[in-house]
């Protein structure tokens, strides 16, 4: 009996999930203006948040925070760069795992909000564009057109890709509720309809007809033209600067019917919209709301009014102020927006940070600093601000905040100073260490030799030691290069600043030039996505052109670290222990130029979020070795500012023992070894006075 009492429960169970996901439906009422979730009206408002920037382990704390802010969406990219590393090779796993943060996002109840390019921006390496399409060089390839070597490649990209967000698609029992189609392609020139045409099919190809695909572009004429695709709903981004109802009379031209959506810029949503694709715009706090809605309103004249694209805040670069937005002019501009029935998505809302080298840059090149803080609700280590509270505040008159309490923050603790070791020279440890030293003729980029990030050094051998007084001349440096002649540090050269150094070595015996080049981030934004790193033009001493270099690459650099730092000392080869303390004894150790500097600290047994802050080092790379995992913190430059400390979570620390590795490009500025040491602090720096870049 009670089998068959079993049996039938199921089976009614069965039957109602079945019934409900059959009922589950989002799609946009023209008539309306607006969205309908389940057959009712449906406003979302949205932050944003990239899986990339945040370690996995702490993704359930930001979204709780956000959900306690009370959003009721999420709106996230994917980085195609970090799903296709290298061509037909796939990670979706670990850190890259962003179907299991769609998950805890439903789980928590948000609705998503995707954008999976295959450009996306977001002040990250080349767009989110894999570095190995310039690996041909760039005469054979045309980024974000139709032209068909890019193609080829985003087709096999999409073929992977978009069938794994089929389960969770909204109609199919999944949170994901809109699907952006390219991202804000009125700025770009090419303005290739074929290729945003053929973007919109795939994406309906594989998702279905009935998915609602969006476009997002500054509220001008111009960028929603081409921005805007046919079948696909435009949208609109901007910020406090710009009027909310101008911004959505512009999506209204490109989407007659539909909702308002904050997603800017009238000119550029003429090539931003996409025939049967719904126009969105965005814009930030100091855009006037009525202005920038006037733009979405030309391809969208009915349908949800959309920012996708609410500034709350601002990127930085290294060597500007760091950038704020004050709250009262985002609490403006956001009540005209809900007063205007509009749908808003925060950009962002949590920002993070750009661990390794992820940073990208903005032209003509300033490059994106570690730190993704953004001036955003949510602070860089997830800390609740005035900001969010404000915000949060707003949002409680339009909509009920959830019943939660908002998590509190996490332990910051001090760790206090730790004593660095210098290791070896960085030009000895490459020599050493990489298993890829490439002959040829002229420099070669790193694209064609085969590394996407960090740094490569190049060398080559002089006709003569005599060099004292000649000029070294890069033109074409990108983005930084260190220069060295035997052991002897003569200089830095920049891609924006000098390109050549007078040598002063009056009693030089050496004859073997090193300069170690260092990829800085792929431009990101604009006209120029074919910013090939390393050396891209010839070297000449006096008028002497430089021939036969032999480049190694360093992509097994970082490994090597992680399985040889296992003690203070954690040498390995001739860097032995022993050797170490003779070199010191006899005091050869210099600290000017390239160097590899490692420590050993101790971590209490609690989590705790701590912040790394080192005056006597002036430019490089720093990664923390725990438990048997190395992490790749991010770039530090503190006297270039405006960031001065590498935020470090407590998941990559470990109770007991850690090391701490810095790759150091320009030289310590330590008086002797006892005076070479780095500190944990337990606040961030992001905000010192920014110092010009040389």
């Known amino acids: 009996m009670n089998f068959y009492i079993q049996l039938i429960a199921a089976m009614l169970i069965s039957t109602l999930v079945v019934y409900i996901e059959a009922d589950r439906s989002f799609y946009i009422d023209y008539e309306k203006n607006t969205f309908v979730k389940d057959s009712k009206p449906f406003r979302y408002i949205s932050g944003s948040i990239h899986p990339y920037r945040v370690p996995k382990q702490l993704w359930e704390d930001r979204l709780k925070k956000m959900w306690a802010g009370g959003l009721n969406a999420i709106q996230i990219y994917t980085f195609w760069n970090e799903h296709e590393p290298s061509p037909g090779v796939y990670d979706f796993e670990g850190q890259n795992n962003v179907f299991e943060f769609l998950e805890i996002a439903q789980k928590i109840g948000f609705v998503v909000i995707l ?38 490649a985003v087709r096999r990209y999409f073929n992977v890709l978009l069938p794994k967000f089929v389960p969770y698609l909204y109609k199919n029992g999944g949170p994901i509720i809109t699907v952006q189609v390219e991202n804000e392609y009125g700025s770009y020139y090419t303005c290739d309809k074929k290729y945003t045409g053929e973007l919109r099919d795939m994406f309906k190809k594989y998702l279905g007809d009935d998915v609602v695909l969006f476009t997002t572009d500054p509220p001008r004429l111009f960028g929603l033209t081409c921005g805007t695709v046919k079948d696909v709903y435009a949208t609109v981004d901007f910020g406090v600067s710009i009027s909310p109802a101008d911004a959505f009379e512009k999506q209204r031209k490109f989407a007659v019917n539909g909702p308002l959506v904050n997603g800017n810029a009238e000119s550029y949503l003429k090539c931003g919209a996409i025939e049967g694709v719904f126009p969105t715009v965005d814009f930030g706090p100091s855009a006037n709301v009525a202005d920038s809605f006037v733009a979405q309103l030309v391809y969208a004249k009915t349908g949800p009014l959309v920012n996708s694209e609410f500034y709350p805040g601002w990127l930085d670069f290294w060597g500007t102020p760091h950038q704020k937005v004050h709250t009262n002019d985002i609490l403006k501009s956001f009540n005209q927006q809900l007063n205007m029935s509009a749908n808003v998505n925060f950009y962002m809302y949590f920002g993070g940070t750009n661990f390794g080298f992820s940073n990208g840059a903005d032209p003509p090149f300033l490059a994106e600093p570690t730190s993704y803080d953004y001036d955003a609700p949510l602070s860089e280590p997830g800390d609740i601000t005035n900001k969010y509270l404000a915000i949060r ?97 003569v200089g830095t050269v920049y891609r924006t600043g000098l390109n050549k150094i007078k040598i002063n070595l009056p009693k030089n015996k050496n004859t073997t030039l090193y300069i170690i080049v260092e990829n800085m981030g792929r431009l990101n934004f604009g006209n120029n996505l074919l910013d090939t790193k390393g050396i891209v033009s010839d070297v000449t001493l006096d008028d002497k052109q430089l021939n036969s270099w032999t480049t190694c690459l360093t992509d097994n650099f970082v490994p090597y670290y992680q399985k040889s730092v296992n003690s203070k000392f954690g040498l390995v080869g001739k860097y032995t222990k022993e050797k170490y303390l003779l070199r010191n004894k006899l005091k050869d150790t210099s600290f000017a130029g390239p160097g590899v500097y490692i420590a050993e600290f101790e971590s209490p047994n609690r989590d705790f979020d701590t912040f790394l802050k080192m005056d006597k080092f002036t430019k490089g790379v720093a990664l923390i070795h725990s438990n048997g995992t190395l992490t790749n913190l991010g770039r530090y430059w503190p006297k270039t500012g405006p960031q001065v400390t590498l935020y470090t979570p407590s998941v990559f620390t470990t109770s007991g023992k850690n090391y701490l590795v810095l790759i150091e490009f320009e030289g310590a500025t330590c008086k002797s070894e006892a005076d070479c040491s780095t500190e944990f602090i337990d606040y961030p720096i992001i905000d010192s006075i920014p110092n010009e870049i040389n």
Request: glycine content about 8%.
């Open 115 to 152: 954008r999976p390019g295959p450009y996306v921006c977001a002040e990250h390496d080349y767009g989110g564009l894999p570095w190995w399409l310039l690996a041909n060089g760039t005469n054979n390839i045309v980024p974000r057109s139709s032209e068909e070597n890019y193609m080829k």
């Open 393 to 489: 505040d707003a949002i409680s008159k339009f909509q009920p905040l959830p019943d939660v309490p908002i998590p509190a923050n996490s332990t910051k603790l001090a760790l206090g100073k730790v004593q660095m070791t210098y290791h070896v020279s960085l030009v000895e440890a490459i020599s050493e260490l990489s298993d890829r030293c490439i002959n040829t003729e002229k420099p070669e980029t790193f694209e064609k030799l085969g590394q996407g990030y960090g740094f490569i050094m190049y060398k080559t051998v002089l006709d003569d030691p005599n060099v004292d007084g000649k000029t070294l001349t890069i033109k074409g440096i990108r983005d930084r290069g260190y220069v060295q002649i035997g052991s002897s540090f």
